[in-house]
């Protein structure tokens, strides 16, 4: 079983940019493909990037391509998304979550293990 626990999330302003950590229990973190969702209020979820377990990979949802930066450090069982040009539209929700093996990265039903999530908040 993995546990998963994200943090960095908060209020921030139209532009600017913040930094969401997800600290895993496992110790075979590396075996683990990861992803990022998010959830706005009323929607559903939906994908915003993965990671494969060497970090050789990365995927990224259209909306969020070119501003957002998935990253992992297998040493510190941590992956990280760093969101930049932060827009209202990104207000939700984010949750990491992981799995072994996975083939289709958008979606949730790939993962089995997943955060509580942490709130982001973006100001107009």
């Known amino acids: 079983q993995v546990q998963l626990v994200e943090s960095g999330g908060g209020l921030v302003q139209a532009g600017g940019s913040l930094r969401l950590s997800c600290a895993a229990s496992?110790?075979?973190?590396?075996?683990?493909?990861m992803g990022w969702f998010r959830q706005a209020t009323g929607k559903v979820r939906e994908f915003v990037g993965a990671i494969t377990r060497s970090g050789g990979s990365t995927y990224y949802a259209d909306s969020v391509k070119g501003r957002f930066t998935i990253s992992r450090d297998n040493a510190r069982n941590t992956v990280y998304l760093q969101m930049n040009s932060l827009k209202p539209e990104d207000t939700a929700v984010y949750y990491c979550a992981a799995d072994r093996d996975i083939s289709s990265w958008s979606s949730l039903y790939a993962y089995d293990y997943w955060g509580q999530g942490t709130q982001v908040t973006v100001s107009s």
């Open positions: 496992e110790r075979t973190f590396s075996s683990y493909d």
